[in-house]
């Protein structure tokens, strides 16, 4: 089994990023071959300054590795670093039809929240349907965010099978429900562009004023509190043991206990959860070269297997 996911290189990683695709992604590739990519193509709907685009993706490198990702078992590299991605997209355009793309609701999200129009923002769930496709991939983790772009890619591959014979594969979404939308602090989906993130290394300093400023309602310290949507028992549920969880679970229901009381649970323990990650991380960042060999390899192994689809795409469509 191929399992296949990217994530963009365009701010601070967070713990949606974390829950939603690199925790799933790091579990599955001890299931199958795997293949993960800093999606800094598609970073430049949205980063246009050449520097910080390096710096995150040299960020994102050293998260993913930190938070588990092995280079033994995945492959790993950067999208831009595998030649024919783009010619994939190109060729699966030129049959993709606008309405299936303007249905998609992350163009409108991301543009109704004011980010530019432009063809590569409405065209992202082909580019990401080719880096999919272009690795004969079986399964993609991801968030419930990317589902109807999972749909799209699954549609471009019956539009082209069906127009060309049985060459592309059709891939499955891998998404974790339990996991599958994670809240940021201010309860709707955790996002770079909602301003509502925890960052998986955020700073202990900004990590505890982030926390202790999530909203809630004003139910006194004495009543039982509602469990149902509450942000705080959400997050802790993912970063805290079962018997803690159990234990916040029964004072929200008894009373006697203060937002305030919770909100320091919730950040102690994200400091636990995250702690080995970001001693990992201090010791890979010590040593840039390592993560540029694995990036290097990465990419020459991706490319190879990139080259035999996309030949077969070239054949098939009659550009040789
Ligand atoms: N809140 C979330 N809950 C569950 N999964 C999430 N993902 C993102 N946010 C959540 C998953 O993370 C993977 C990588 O995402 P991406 O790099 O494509 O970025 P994104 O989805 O665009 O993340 P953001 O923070 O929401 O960025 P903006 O604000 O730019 O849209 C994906 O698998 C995604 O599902």
């Known amino acids: 089994m191929r ?14 990023n974390y829950f939603g695709m690199m925790k799933p992604a790091i579990e599955l ?19 246009r300054d050449p520097k910080a685009l390096a710096a995150n993706c040299h960020d994102v490198a050293l998260d993913f590795l930190a938070c588990g990702l092995d280079p033994k078992k995945s492959c790993f590299f950067r999208q831009s670093e595998v030649p024919g991605i783009a010619d994939l997209a190109w060729i699966l355009s030129a049959l993709t039809p606008m309405g299936l793309l303007e249905r998609c609701h992350s163009y409108k999200d991301k543009t109704t929240r004011g980010l530019t129009p432009t063809h590569g923002l409405f065209a992202y769930p082909v580019l990401m349907a080719a880096d999919i496709l272009i690795y004969e991939s079986d399964l993609v983790p991801v968030g419930r965010d990317q589902k109807q772009h999972l749909e799209v890619t699954r549609d471009l591959v019956g539009k082209f099978n069906d ?48 926390i202790m400023g999530i909203k809630t309602d004003s139910t006194p310290v004495e009543e039982p509190k509602p469990t149902q949507g509450s942000t705080i028992l959400d997050l802790y549920r993912l970063v805290a043991p079962p018997e803690e969880v159990a234990r916040m679970e029964a004072d929200f229901q008894n009373g006697g206990v203060g937002y305030g009381d919770f909100k320091k649970r919730l950040f102690e323990a994200t400091l636990a959860h995250f702690a080995p990650f970001r001693a990992r991380r201090a010791e890979l960042a010590a040593n840039d070269s390592t993560v540029l060999d694995i990036l290097e390899a990465g990419a020459r192994r ?6 035999k689809t996309l030949d077969k795409v070239r054949r098939a469509v009659g550009l040789r």
């Open 29 to 47: 590739q001890e299931r199958g071959e795997a293949f993960y990519f800093i999606a800094d193509l598609h970073a430049l709907t949205t980063v």
């Open 302 to 307: 991706a490319g190879d297997l990139a080259a």
């Open 163 to 210: 127009a060309y014979g049985d060459i592309l594969k059709m891939p499955e979404a891998h998404i974790q429900e339990s996991t599958a939308v994670v809240p940021g602090l201010d309860g709707a989906k955790m996002s770079k562009s909602y301003h509502n993130t925890i960052g998986i290394f955020e700073e202990e300093k900004s990590l505890r004023k982030k």
């Open 3 to 16: 399992i296949l996911s990217g994530i963009q290189p365009s701010g601070t990683l967070h713990l949606g």
